[in-house]
Nanobody, 127 residues
Framework: QVQLVESGGGLVQAGGSLRLSCAAS????????MGWFRQAPGKEREFVAA????????AYADAAKGRFTVSRDNAKNTVYLQMNSLKPEDTAVYYC????????????????????WGQGTQVTVSS
């Protein structure tokens, strides 16, 4: 098992930046594909970004491309989401997620694919 704790959320003006962190503990962090998801009030949880076990490959939702960057430091057991040029529509609770199955990368955008979730961190972007 792995435990995930997100941090770095907050209130920022439109056009600003935030860096979210997700610290993992438990099993070997490098065994897990990591994903970032978000959920706005009244909406379903949606995919934001994902990164492979080694960090060699990344993937983004269309809404995140060009503005967000996912990265990981396996030595620090941490995955990051750098968010730039934030917009009010980015306001949501952001969650990191993990799964150890080799095939998870194929289904990286599927919320149901991930077995482990953090508690979430609130990001609010004011206009």
């Amino acid at each position: 098992q792995v435990q995930l704790v997100e941090s770095g959320g907050g209130l920022v003006q439109a056009g600003g930046s935030l860096r979210l962190s997700c610290a993992a503990s438990g099993r070997t962090f490098g065994d897990y594909t990591m994903g970032w998801f978000r959920q706005a009030p009244g909406k379903e949880r949606e995919f934001v970004a994902a990164i492979t076990r080694s960090g060699g490959n990344t993937a983004y939702a269309d809404a995140a491309k060009g503005r967000f960057t996912v990265s990981r430091d396996n030595a620090k057991n941490t995955v990051y989401l750098q968010m730039n040029s934030l917009k009010p529509e980015d306001t949501a609770v952001y969650y990191c997620a993990a799964d150890s199955r080799i095939s998870t990368w194929v289904y990286r955008e599927d919320v149901s694919r991930y077995n482990y979730w953090g508690q979430g961190t609130q990001v609010t972007v004011s206009s």
